[in-house]
């Protein structure tokens, strides 16, 4: 099967995987987009696990406010570098792991990695954590939580 350029590029914005990883992935699953994707987030997984013990010793507190203003939370999310926390990827997880903590209301950190992300039910917090670990290439990690 002859990959295409324009399916690499695709691929590669949707996923944010290198052009590499993404090649792979079309090569192994002989051009079907769906298990190519499938792959990549597999390959995250990996290195998110690989990645789990460095230490986080930057990153930023993100807070959501329903719209009522009679809920809230708070969660601080870390990761290695400051480069990493100023990233699209991690402002955005910190911003919708605060929503899943005002609407879920766990009572810890382990609790709200158990959840099913609620943009998503068919995924867990921790994969959602995990994938975005995989893609900045460092360990991210849910330091604390607080609800309002």
Request: aromatic content about 6%; proline content about 1%.
């Amino acid at each position: 099967m002859q990959i295409t350029m324009e399916q690499i590029k695709k691929l590669r914005e949707e996923t944010g995987a290198g052009v590499m990883d993404v090649r792979k992935a079309l090569t192994e699953s002989k051009g079907d987009e769906a298990k190519a994707r499938e792959w990549i987030k597999q390959k995250a997984m990996v290195r998110a696990e690989e990645k789990s013990e460095r230490e986080t010793a930057e990153g930023y507190v993100f807070s959501y406010v329903h719209f009522n203003g009679k809920v809230g939370a708070l969660i601080k999310l870390a990761c290695e570098t400051d480069f990493v926390a100023k990233t699209e990827d991690f402002q955005h997880l910190g911003k919708e792991l605060a929503m899943q903590v005002a609407s879920m209301k766990p009572k810890d950190v382990t609790e709200l990695l158990s959840q099913d992300y609620l943009r998503n039910p068919g995924e867990t917090v921790e994969q959602l954590v995990k994938a975005v670990s995989g893609k900045t290439g460092e360990n991210v990690k849910i330091l604390a939580i607080s609800m309002l």
